[in-house]
């Protein structure tokens, strides 16, 4: 709980009808999903003004609101409570800064261009195994979710793991503020959003905003195999450095693997003692992300044996490389999003399909920008060797086809569609039993279409 009184103390706020000693129990965004003692916050959008759903709130027996200084609410009920901002939106994270205090837990924050997702789901999973954690649903990841994240926390979490998205400089920056986390990790520098940033130089940096305020009493993990990453290991830092990766100058190193249908077994150097690990999940990057949570883990004092405990109870996201079998085939459903990176790593797990014919039908990779084209390019040289036909539907997936070819795929087994139902139609004509299809673009190509045909079709 916090007060009105507590509001109006520690942000740049007026109460303008009410009661300051009032108690807030709940935070709501939405009209609809409100109570007696809820604060609704009514946040504006590019297409929407929540302003406008006040009044709803009020007959869904919200009493208390927040309002920005453009607009004005007329109550005649004695007991509404009133609270007036700059902006809304900023008030929501500055509120949520205020709530966080109250909690004298550990804060895991994690951000990375592919992976950050997988990777927060596996600290959870081995963190779990000791404490109470809270971590972030869905892609609650920015500005409006991470404050939504942290009113979820109550007295019985002991950690919460916050995942950390960006798009354009500042953002993590703004979220670090707010969380002002003891522990980071970054997964990998990539080319997602490097239409914004410029370069990977420039998504470095914006990712490194995680560290904002660290200071020796913090910890960054990162994947020091990344030729970006790896470059801070001769940098002169404010704060602990922990490394993985599999080259051995690395503070946790795998040094060998074995890949199955239920999973991959591993080895690392741990303390400078082999431990060996489980992961039920597929695919080597899976390696790195698991790495990833093992560091984590010991930097919050948990043993090898409950590290190991935690792994094993994993399950990856939906539409997040989710391995879907039917009666007649097998599906790679992975399509959350897509970047080059992510492409390779999922056509990798495809290829590790020895027996089976593999079919690749992969979407557009969105706000790549001028880097479109060599990015697209870079996917097709990826399904060398990994893949037997690529099926391309959008825009610029039509490069993923020529640099494929570049590097000698036949060209026989490269088609590119403009539409998702036009790659339904085709796979009717082509599919046969035991096939392996993996299905990826950017969320915006909504190829979850083409899963859902899969998985109804019988041959």
């Known amino acids: 709980m916090i007060t009105i009184n507590e509001i109006l103390n520690n942000l740049n706020a007026t109460l303008v009808k009410g009661n300051k000693d009032t108690l807030i129990k709940n935070i709501s965004i939405n009209s609809k999903n409100v109570g007696n003692e809820f604060i ?3 946040l504006i959008g590019e297409k929407y003004d929540a302003h406008d759903f006040v009044y709803d709130a009020y007959k869904n027996g919200c009493r208390i609101f927040l309002k920005d200084k453009n607009h004005d609410l007329d109550f005649d009920s004695k007991d509404v409570s009133i609270i007036e901002v700059e902006d809304t939106t900023k008030a929501l994270g500055d509120i949520a800064r205020l709530y966080k205090e109250k909690f004298l837990i550990n804060y895991i924050a994690v951000t990375g261009s592919t992976g950050k997702t997988t990777t927060k789901d596996m600290i959870y999973s081995v963190l779990s195994s000791k404490y109470n954690t809270l971590k972030t ?9 991470l404050p ?3 009113f979820k926390i109550k007295d019985e979490h002991e950690c919460a793991i ?3 998205g960006m798009s354009s400089f500042g953002e993590i920056e703004y979220l670090s503020d707010i969380v002002n986390h003891k522990i980071a990790i970054i997964s990998n520098i990539g080319l997602s ?3 914004n940033l410029g370069s990977r130089e420039g998504i470095l940096k914006a990712k490194l905003e995680i560290t904002k305020n660290f200071t020796n009493d913090n910890t960054l993990i990162i994947n020091a195999d990344d030729e970006y990453l790896k470059t801070l290991k001769n940098k002169e830092l404010d704060y602990k450095l922990k490394t993985f990766g599999f080259g051995k100058d690395n503070d946790l190193y795998c040094v060998e693997y074995k890949m199955y249908e239920t999973g991959i077994d591993f080895e690392c150097i ?21 790495m990833a949570a093992i560091l984590t883990g010991i930097e919050l004092g948990l043993s090898i044996d409950e590290i190991k405990k935690g792994l094993l109870n994993f399950k990856n996201g939906k539409m997040r490389l989710d391995i879907l079998r039917t009666d007649s085939f097998e ?16 056509l990798n797990i495809l290829g590790e399909y020895k027996q089976n014919r593999k079919i690749a039908v992969l979407g557009d990779m969105l706000e790549m920008g001028e880097y479109a084209k060599v990015g697209h390019e870079l996917v097709g040289e990826y399904a060398i060797g990994n893949s037997d036909i690529v099926i391309t539907v959008g825009k610029d997936s039509k490069y993923i086809g020529n640099g494929a070819i570049k590097k000698g795929f036949n060209e026989q087994n490269i088609l590119n569609f403009n539409s998702n139902l036009q790659v339904i139609d085709y796979l009717k004509t082509i599919l046969k039993k035991e096939d392996v299809i993996l299905i990826k673009g950017s969320r915006g190509m909504k190829m979850e279409e083409i899963v859902d045909f899969l998985n109804n079709y019988k041959i």
Not at 270 to 290: D, L, M, S, T
């Open 40 to 42: 609704f916050i009514p």
């Open 137 to 145: 649903e869905g892609n609650f990841n920015n500005h409006i979710g």
């Open 193 to 195: 959003h490097i239409e």
């Open 148 to 150: 939504l994240t942290i």
């Open 331 to 346: 599906i790679i459903n992975d399509v959350y999003n897509a970047s080059p990176d992510s492409m390779r790593a999922a």
């Open 270 to 290: 741990v303390h400078n003692q082999k431990e060996e690990f489980f992961i039920p999940a597929r695919g080597k990057h899976n390696i790195y992300n698991a």
């Open 162 to 164: 916050l995942e950390m």
